[in-house]
């Protein structure tokens, strides 16, 4: 199995085939796990689902040393998207051996408390730092809803309304089913490396991926089998001598990596300059007409929830009249 790019030069008299580097065959029991292999192709156009309705859900993830911000963004939504509102927290070290953390996260309304399991993961790709722990989440979520939002406990959404132009473009096809409103290498090559682009905006810097908001679709299938593989191999989403942080000039392959950030948006990128030569209404994450443009949102790291706030009053199950 490899990931490859149909690639048109020569005013499209020209097509070359380029694929990266084969991922190993074992892998294929986890695409079947999730049941994002080929042989499940998603044939029918599904409905864009939304906050309230029963096939959409809110998703994150934090270990003990994030549990204050996992309570401020538990609060936050349920104060935004209402107290019946289905959010799925999974535990990623630490919290559901703590009988105090426990005792907050099961005061939360709709709340579906999962605990990790690491061990579907190949070890060299259990560090928490590699994010494959991610892109396994937002695979077994996509087996069981239609629509959901993954959010990192850092996330500060200002206001819910502006979510719905991103649903309503999703649903008309406007836009592509994997939407990053905020701001790999040898194995998924990106196509600004093999072909010159008249518009060089298809390779401004990588979006983040703490704010994801995926619908289920063959586009999403697709990207999140190559997003699997990769996420199972070591030399993909962490290879050796990468480097988190940008150097200058940034010329140098492996510098400004952020695993699960820059393997899906490496995919989102060449999928959407696929999609766009097919479809010429079609609006890249670029495109200034791009509905998560209107979105408002911040990033509020290591923010807790204003101590005059009642936690448990603010996500309690509503009150029947």
Known sequence: MSYSLNIQTNNKLTENIISGRRFDCEHLQILNKYKIADNYKIQQKITVKRPGNERFTF?????????????????????????????IGYDLGGISEEKNM???LNSVCELEWRKFDWSIMPKDVLSPKAFSWKIHILAEIFTQYDTFIWMDTSINLEDAKYLDPIFEAIENRKISEM?????????????????KIVNQKWDIEMYDANFIILHK?????????WALLCAATKQCIEPDGSELYCISPRTTIGTCHRSDQSVM???????EYKRSLLDKEFIPHFHPDHPRRKSRSSVQRREQLDRNLDFKKGVACCQQK
Request: hydrophobic content about 40%.
């Open 59 to 87: 998703v994150t993830g934090a270990s003990k040393d994030f549990f204050p911000t996992l309570r401020k963004l538990l609060y936050l939504l349920k104060q935004k998207f209402g107290c019946s509102q289905k959010i």
């Open 102 to 104: 426990m005792e907050e």
């Open 179 to 195: 939407v990053f409103p905020g701001g790999m290498f040898t194995y998924i090559p990106i196509l600004t490396d093999w072909i």
């Open 217 to 225: 679709s063959e586009y999403t299938r697709n990207l999140l089998k």
């Open 265 to 271: 948006g490496i995919l989102n990128v060449n999928s």
